[in-house]
């Protein structure tokens, strides 16, 4: 827990002093956040090119907000929501082009590389949760972000927040246990 709070003060430096036009505390801040927001965008997008991008936007996003980020403490919640929007956007645009290339023959996707059995296992249990489930779940499990933050970033109260953590947990529990 002491180590998750040194991080947090020290994204909070860096978010300070990037505000600030320190170059150097931004490409910091980057590097330490582009992984997090790619494992998510990649959760949320399941397709590598579209979380590449849509992460690379919503650092843009992120870079050209720093003046309206008033609390450096909010930056999580406040990052992971610029992401969830440019997801839903390429979610959107998605399924706007599948709708308009109906009739044709669509591509085959693209494999997957190869990975652990129960990582396949994690990745179907979420797959069947709803997408307000499933951002949640991801969020608080897999980036340990707290019920507030997730609140701010999906524009629900927390009391929703909490509740879709819970039913989200019981839904992987028992997807994962076989029971369902």
Not at 46 to 69: F, S, T
Not at 80 to 108: H, M, N, W, Y
């Amino acid at each position: 827990m002491a180590g998750q709070q040194t991080e947090r003060v020290y994204d909070e430096l860096l978010v300070t002093l990037a505000r600030s036009g320190d170059h150097k505390a931004a490409n910091r801040l980057a590097a330490r956040w582009y992984p997090r927001l790619m494992r998510t965008a990649l959760r949320l997008l399941q397709d590598r090119c579209e979380a590449e991008e849509a992460v690379q936007e919503a650092w843009a996003g992120i870079c050209r907000g720093w003046p309206r980020l008033s609390d450096p403490a909010m930056f999580p919640g406040w990052a992971f929501g610029i992401l969830r929007r440019k997801c839903v956007d390429r979610i959107r645009k998605v399924q706007t082009d599948r709708a308009r290339s109906a009739p044709l023959e669509t591509a085959p996707e693209p494999s997957q590389p190869a990975r652990g059995e129960l990582q396949v296992e994690i990745d179907q249990a979420l797959a069947g949760l709803s997408d307000d489930h499933r951002l949640a779940a991801i969020l608080y499990f897999g980036e340990g972000l707290s019920l507030n933050e997730i609140a701010a970033v999906t524009g629900v109260p927390v009391g929703t927040a909490k509740s879709r953590i819970f039913n989200a947990r019981q839904h992987l529990k028992s997807r994962l246990k076989g029971e369902t």
